[in-house]
Every structure is written in C-alpha cells, then in structure tokens.
C-alpha cells in the first residue's frame, strides 16, 4: 500500500481525492498548503503527491520545484493539480519538475489509471 499526500486548498477537493485514492487501496493524507504538506512529509513517507497549482502561499509550482530539488524527495511521484488546460500550464508544468498535470475537475477512472501508472511496483523498487 502506497501513500498519497494530497495537497490542495480546497477541502472538498482534498476530500474526493482521499475517497478515490482510498478506493484503489492506499492511504491518503491530507494538507491544505505547502507548510502543511511539509509538515506531513517529515512525519510520513510518502510515495506521491497530488498538488494543486494554486494555494495559499507558496504555489504548488514552487512546492513542486522544491520537491524535485531535494535529494531525499525527489523520487517522490508529483501530480499538479491546475483548473487550467493550456500550453502554458503544460510546459510551467513540466519546467518545475511535475510527473504529470491534470486539469480539474478529475473523476475516479481518471485517478485509477494515474495511481496505476505512477505507483507501479517498477517506479517503487
């Protein structure tokens, strides 16, 4: 069992999210910004992270960006989170480091086959 941490200011958001993710089998905890998800992390090992572009504070783009640039982080699996579909968002996306941006608002297929994806048993060996 693989644990999500799920990274968004919205907490009807965070909400459906722990429902799906919980649904396929992996625990998921739940943080309302990026000092709040820092705080989990240090407290928990955490496999991958969906992270809203948007939040309180440090952007989700930041948060990201510091993720992928920490040693002991960067293996961690990132999920953006964005309610904009664009080129753009896509390539701001990829520049901080994201394994893969969604565009909200997401559904339960959809989270399915990216925790299938991404939590593979090859990406956590």
Not at 12 to 35: P, W, Y
Not at 74 to 81: D, E, H, P, S, T
Not at 84 to 98: I, K, N, T
Request: hydrophobic share 40%; aromatic share 4%; net charge negative.
């Amino acid at each position: 069992m693989s644990t999500v941490l799920v990274v968004d200011g919205d907490p009807s958001v965070r909400q459906i999210l722990r429902e799906f993710i919980e649904l396929e089998g992996h625990r998921a905890i739940e943080a309302a910004d990026a000092t709040f998800a820092r705080q989990a992390m240090a407290q928990e090992t955490v496999d991958l992270i969906f992270l809203d572009v948007l939040m309180p504070g440090e952007s989700g783009m930041s948060f990201c960006h510091c993720i992928k640039d920490d040693p002991e982080c960067r293996g961690i699996k990132v999920i953006l989170l964005t309610g904009f579909d664009g080129e753009r968002s896509w390539q701001q996306g990829l520049r901080c480091g994201a394994d893969m941006l969604v565009v909200k608002p997401v559904n339960r297929q959809r989270i399915k086959v990216l925790l299938e994806e991404l939590l593979s048993p090859e990406d956590r060996a």
